[in-house]
């Protein structure tokens, strides 16, 4: 029997998840309220128009339309959305587990327990005399309300603290130790509690310090922590007795440790799954959706390529009228996300697209990557 599934977004990056549920012979229908968006236009006839983050409105659908299946898209607020609905048929995530994942202070709290390599955290009437601090709202995203500033400065900390509380939408915060390093992710697919498959992503930032614009896939070679991952995800799955399924982590490379920061189930976006599949061959958006679904996976032969994924954002204009870019070379695949002629804010660096560039070998993927971002300033 097929069957019928609602997928919470309706985003290009929920595309790649949108696609392989179609390919299986499911009866796919999306949830959004913005008319434009890519699924929509893919497909009128199978979008339910609304508020997927309204959990009351979501389960009023459900018990109408009679699906088999949820499954949450590349947000925040599509996964917070599928805990709140306990609708498992084949993926089991309670609202409570999820919030220890999601939740900043809940998180460390149990990276904590577990001892597992994380910052130090701080109260915010106690910090330390030295040393640098993050700043941050427990439960937003994208680099939103954080700040790093120095310890000891009163000024900078009362600024920073403000500022987290305003970006979060119940008032809490964190502040714990700012970890020099690299921001890396690493992605691993649980099986009984188990890592079947895993992958470590090196992530940087040209436009902005705490949001990725610019990524590629590390080998094991350049990734030697990955064996700590593993066996720190391992010890959460047990702990939360997570499902199999997805599990993300972003995680800060330094010199002499590493130090989890974020942990989620839902798939990243900005065509992440995208990076992962044409550097390895491996379907990570049909992985990702096949626990929602109770489905298998096809078996696909490895390839191993030098892909670069990076964000353009643009400035300096009220209207999108095209993309520009410079020093972007081997492209193979660009993704637009805005149509000619959207309003855009012309104060602000706003998404235009994201394009995906092929290298020969390492040396020049890597280089391709540190030119990126050492143009920060040039943009």
């Not at 983050?53 to 499954?71: H, K, P, Q, T, Y």
């Not at 670069?308 to 020093?327: A, C, I, M, P, Y």
Request: proline share 5%; hydrophobic share 40%.
């Amino acid at each position: 029997m097929t069957k019928k599934v609602l997928l919470l977004d309706t985003a290009f990056a929920a595309v790649p998840i949108h696609s392989w549920l179609v390919a299986k012979g499911m009866d796919v229908w999306t949830m959004g309220n913005r008319a434009y968006d890519p699924l929509v236009l893919a497909a009128p006839e199978r979008w339910i128009e609304g508020n997927y983050g309204d959990a009351n409105f979501v389960a009023s659908v459900l018990s109408e339309r009679l699906f088999d299946a949820v499954i949450p898209g590349c947000t925040d607020v599509s996964m917070d959305t599928f805990v709140r609905l306990n609708f498992h048929n084949f993926y089991k995530l309670s609202h409570e587990t999820d919030q220890t994942l999601n939740n900043k202070q809940l998180f460390r709290k149990t990276c904590e327990e577990l001892d597992l390599p994380a910052p130090r955290v701080f109260s915010p009437t106690s910090l330390p005399s030295s040393g640098k601090i993050i700043c941050k709202p427990v439960d937003s995203f994208s680099g939103r309300g954080v700040s790093v500033f120095a310890a000891n400065d009163v000024t900078a900390s009362a600024v920073a603290i403000e500022n987290a509380r305003k970006h979060s939408p119940v008032g809490n915060i964190i502040c714990e130790e700012f970890v020099e390093g690299e921001l890396r992710s690493y992605s691993a697919f649980l099986n009984s509690g188990r890592v079947r498959v895993a992958f470590s992503v090196r992530e940087g930032s040209r436009y902005d310090p705490f949001a990725v614009d610019t990524s590629y896939l590390a080998d094991e070679i350049d990734a030697p922590e990955r064996l700590e991952l593993q066996k720190s995800v391992e010890k959460l799955a047990r702990h939360l007795d997570l499902c199999d399924g997805l599990l993300h982590v972003q995680y800060i490379c330094g010199n002499s440790r590493i130090a989890i920061v974020e942990a989620t189930r839902r798939c990243p976006g900005d065509l992440y799954a995208m990076l992962i599949e044409y550097s390895t061959g491996f379907p990570f958006a049909s992985n990702y959706a096949a626990a929602f679904v109770g489905e298998a996976v096809d078996e696909c032969p490895p390839v191993r390529r030098r892909i670069l994924r990076h964000t353009v954002k643009q400035t300096g204009s009220s209207t999108f009228n095209g993309l520009e870019f410079t020093d972007l070379e081997n492209i193979f695949r660009i993704v637009p996300v805005r149509r000619l002629g959207e309003a855009m804010n012309p104060k602000i660096l706003e998404r235009t697209a994201l394009v995906f560039m092929d290298y020969q070998d390492d040396n020049a993927l890597k280089l391709a990557y540190e030119r990126r971002l050492d143009a920060r300033q040039n943009r």
